[in-house]
């Protein structure tokens, strides 16, 4: 059996897979220090999007620094929807947080032709890092050194940041917060600095993840990465919210899902319609098997 | 003598009948006044009459067209209202189950060109068999965890129905309504008129459900479940049934939505997807979880306001995206400071304008003795 196509399908998953789980860990950070599912993660992304490819196509800058431009303004309309929205928004129910992050939706579609001129185009040709042409050649497979350029980011990026929620000053506050905001609070943790600075770094994390998402795909529209962002979701709920690394895993469980069911499409063609519903079925069949996701825990209820 | 006496007790009786037939008049008025349907019956009445209007040529038909959408999504609200407001199930599997209804009804015309009567039957029986599946689910996983993985059931949905037909489309010609047939232009009319009958029908039973000892079941679940579970209330049958009463809801809606707008492409591809869900969810919430009135205030806001005001003014008409802003200011501000929805907010207005006559009768007049 032909090895290498197997290996192409995996090769072609990557670019999405990246993005989905930098989104992942962005939505389970809001989710631990904000108690909220945050709608609006996929829209705050596009807008760092938007920016590098505003800046390399109407002012010809190149990517690298585009980049970290739109990242930054990702960091800052994050952190800048926390002190203005959810900070006066307390008494807020879990359910009315997240019909608020619904109305950002709709406010940042409605924004975003007015500042940029790019969402006007039809279809955004945004050039990745590295032209997709130039390949790694290995036999039968080819792999565009793009793809390693994303996968490089992520894991970089993923590494740091469990280093820094383990080891570092900033994790222990952040891990005292999700764990219980109003007792973090009484031990002299800055929740309301925590809480915002986590809605920063979700932001930045989802500019990262779309820039990797859109050097793979067209870009069309503020929409662009709700794909991602309902994979992301539903990854949450595999892996289990209880933690932060349970989401990325079930991120990663659900790209590798779509992968194998790839792989079984080319022997069974006619399979290859239904691929998308048997990937979300096997993730509801998990999910219904352990409600608490796969390295969730048990949660008590007190009466 | 005798004779005017005669006369004087007969006037006397006389008089006193017609009193008495005047009070009983009044009480029956009183308690046609305080019945809560007769304002769904004034909504229907008023709706059947804009649609007359409309064809008279004295209101413009996109406006008759926006209200016969919105009116659409109102019926999917008051399954949501019962499932959200009175069950604490938060559910973004809507726009999913509104595809299947408008999936059937496209087979049912389309291919193999059965009458609505089929489809409604069709529609229903679906719509209970997902619903027990989905509420099965919700007897699992709760909070937000339900909402996610409801949004994930609505994803199979799609994925499901995308790929049996791409896109749906009925032609005006194939609609028949009960064995009647109409030209062309009068389908859109009729389609309405079945639209507000539907709709009254619903509104009544929502409110009888509501006000029953399901709906007290309901809200006792909602509070705490362990409490209600010790005075005996079954959480499978209650949850089971607020699942199957919404999903029946949006599935019709899908049903009249083909009939009415008759193609999903018209809506911008958003008929199916999460943001349609998400609206859903907003809607009620904007207008008050647990108020009837309230979810269609609210469905008004979310999907009428846009096409049947602002589109007409032109500031609005020149930058279309001005509407989804301020639409979704409008939620983000309802949302953190009217948390109890608009009809927290009409009630508190009504209130203080009571108060204020009260103390501006005082004052003019002095405190009553």
Redesign the interface.
């Known amino acids: 059996m032909d090895f290498s196509a197997y290996l192409t399908i995996l090769i072609g998953v990557l670019p999405p897979m990246c993005a989905g789980i930098l989104a992942t860990f962005a939505i389970t950070l809001i989710f631990k220090t904000s108690y ?2 945050n ?1 609006a993660q996929g829209v705050i992304s596009a807008i760092g999007a938007y920016v590098a490819v505003e800046l390399t196509l109407e002012k010809g800058l190149p990517l690298w620094g585009v980049a970290i431009i739109g990242v930054v303004v990702a960091f800052v309309v994050g952190m800048l929807i926390d002190v203005c ?1 959810f900070r ?2 307390k ?6 947080k ?3 992050t ?10 975003i ?2 500042i940029f001129k790019v969402a006007n185009y039809e279809s955004v040709p945004l050039q990745p890092f590295i032209p997709i042409t130039k390949q790694l050649v290995i036999g039968k497979v080819s792999i565009p050194y793009n793809t390693f350029v994303g996968l490089g980011l992520t894991i970089v990026l993923m590494v740091l940041v469990f280093v820094l929620l383990q080891k570092s000053k900033w994790g222990l506050s952040v891990r005292a917060t999700a764990s219980n905001e109003i007792v973090a609070g009484m031990m002299g943790i800055n929740t309301k600095v925590i809480t915002a600075i986590s809605w920063a770094i979700a932001g930045a994390l989802g500019a990262v993840a779309a820039i990797i998402y859109i050097g793979n795909a067209t870009f069309s529209s503020a ?1 662009v990465m ?1 794909t991602t962002q ?1 994979n992301a ?2 990854a ?2 595999l892996g289990g ?1 209880a933690t932060f690394y349970g989401p990325v895993v079930g991120a990663a469980i659900i790209y590798l899902l779509d992968v194998i069911i790839g792989c079984i499409c080319i022997h069974v063609p006619e399979l290859s ?2 691929k ?2 048997v990937v ?2 096997i ?2 069949l998990l ?2 098997w352990k ?1 608490q996701g796969l390295f969730g825990k048990k949660m008590v ?1 007190k ?1 | 003598m005798t004779a005017k006496n005669d006369y004087l007790v007969k006037k006397m009786l006389a008089e006193q009948q017609k009193e008495q037939s005047a009070k009983r008049a009044l009480q029956i008025f009183d308690k046609f006044k305080h019945h809560p349907v007769l304002g769904y019956v004034i909504f229907a009445v008023v709706l059947v009459l804009l649609q007359v209007l409309a064809k008279e040529g004295m209101i413009s038909t996109s406006f008759i067209g926006a209200v016969g959408s919105t009116l659409i999504y109102c019926i999917v609200g008051l399954g949501f209202c019962l499932l ?1 407001g009175y069950s604490a199930l ?1 559910s973004l599997g809507t726009a999913g189950f509104i595809g299947i209804g408008a999936y059937i009804t496209y087979f049912c015309f389309a291919e193999y060109n059965v009458g609505v009567g089929v489809a409604f039957l069709l529609v229903i029986v679906v719509a209970v068999a997902v619903g027990v599946f989905v509420g099965f ?1 919700s007897l ?2 709760e ?3 339900l ?3 409801t ?3 609505a ?2 949905i799609k ?2 129905l995308s ?1 049996l037909v791409d896109t749906i489309k009925i032609s005006a010609k194939d609609i028949t309504i009960f064995g009647m047939g109409f030209e062309i232009r009068e389908v859109k009319q009729a389609v309405f008129f079945l639209i507000v009958a539907i709709m009254l029908l619903l509104m009544w039973v929502t409110h009888n459900l509501i006000n029953s000892p399901t709906g007290r079941a309901m809200l006792a679940m909602k509070n ?1 479940t ?2 209600a579970q010790a005075f005996g209330i079954s959480l499978m049958k209650y949850r089971l049934l607020a699942f199957v009463f919404s999903t029946i809801l949006a599935a019709l809606a899908g049903l009249l939505y083909m009939l009415y707008i008759r193609s999903e492409q018209n809506s911008a591809g958003t008929l199916f ?3 349609t869900s ?2 859903i ?2 809607a009620v ?2 207008g008050g979880t647990k108020s009837i009135w309230g979810t269609i205030g609210g469905t008004f806001i979310i999907f009428g306001i846009d096409k049947m005001f602002l589109q007409d003014i032109k500031f609005f008409n020149d930058n279309p ?12 501000l309802v ?2 400071f009217f ?1 109890g929805g608009l009809v927290q907010l009409v009630k508190g207005g009504i209130f203080k304008l009571k108060t204020l006559f009260v103390k501006w009768r005082v004052r003019r007049y002095g405190i009553e003795e």
């Open positions: 909220t599912t709608f929205i006066r928004g008494n807020v129910n879990a359910i009315g997240q019909i608020i619904m109305g950002l939706i709709s406010l940042f579609v409605g924004v032709p007015f929409l709700t309902i979701f539903l949450g709920i919210f319609m239904w998308s519903a979300y079925g993730v509801m999910v219904l409600p209820k009466v | 959200l938060a689910i699992r996983i909070g937000i965890y909402a996610i993985v949004l994930g059931v994803q199979i994925e499901v790929a705490s362990s409490a997807t999460l943001s998400l609206n969810l907003g919430i904007i995206t001005l509407i989804t802003i301020v639409c979704g200011l409008l939620v983000i949302v953190m948390p």
